[in-house]
């Protein structure tokens, strides 16, 4: 086993971000990788070999440099509160892209509890965790609904890890990843904001449609908006939005961001987009 000590790079709490003050993963291959966060904030990894090293890296995030998100974001009238009491939190990445589009697709369901059963039912019928491409492919339509998949999705999942070289996304230039996954039938805005983020490790593109954001942003207008209306929430975050969509998922579970009195107004939010489109153009 490799052991590195790693200092990440700006804000970071790995107990926020892998849920628990030590973290443990499969990983492709057979190769593992744990951690644990040490006094003065470094972390200590232990993993099976160079190569999961840095799957460990990219899982947790440590590389990325998150301190402009918490400077430019710590006084948001909305953001702000979740900004300053979650300091250092990243999202958990996933460590096959074919892993973030399974999530997404089971995703799809409203009752989060029944999506992630169904993802285990398809990581056991694979054979493979974390689920590789190559995995996936070998499920037919109909083994996929036998897990518990809709007709829809199950004919989305296997269409894209048969079509797709689903890994080599990670390589693609900036935002031709994310048309191309945009163009397939089944994988609309917010499956491609959760493959983005525990994907590909980007942090650009929010979770537009998530019920969480659509029950925020109906309680800030008064009025019960479309799913796709949450773009406009998360439009001043600019090229921060899906880390933006994290923090704000996070803070409504704990309490931290709200619609209720005291809390900021619709019409306090659209000024402050408004005024930081001007600043920033």
Sequence with gaps: ????????????????????????????????????????????VRASCERALAEARFCLAL??????????FARDPLLGPAVRRLHGLRPRRRATVAHAVLRAVCGQLVQAGRARAIERAVIRACGTDPPTREALA????????????????????ARLVRRLDLEELRSRPPGEALARLGRERGIGPWSVGVIALQGLGR????????????????????????????????????EWQGLASVFLL????????????????????????????????
């Design 138 to 157: 070998r499920l037919s339509p109909a083994a996929l609904t036998g897990c518990g998949l809709a007709g829809g999705r199950a004919a989305t999942l």
């Design 1 to 44: 086993m490799l052991e590195a000590s790693l200092r990440p790079r700006g804000p970071y709490s790995l107990a926020l971000t892998a849920g628990s003050p030590a973290w443990r993963a499969r990983l492709p291959d057979g190769r593992r990788a744990e951690a644990r966060e040490l006094p003065g904030g470094r972390i200590l």
């Design 63 to 72: 590389d990325d440099d998150t301190t402009e998100f918490h400077r430019r």
């Design 203 to 238: 942090y650009d593109t929010g979770l537009v449609g998530d019920l969480g954001l659509v029950k925020l942003l109906a309680a800030l207008r008064g009025s019960w908006p479309e799913p796709e209306e949450t773009a406009e929430l998360l439009a001043p975050y600019g």
């Design 250 to 281: 996070a803070g409504l579970e704990r309490g931290l961001v709200s619609a209720t009195r005291g809390s900021a107004t619709w019409g306090q939010v659209s000024f402050v987009a408004r005024m930081r489109a001007t600043n920033e153009t």
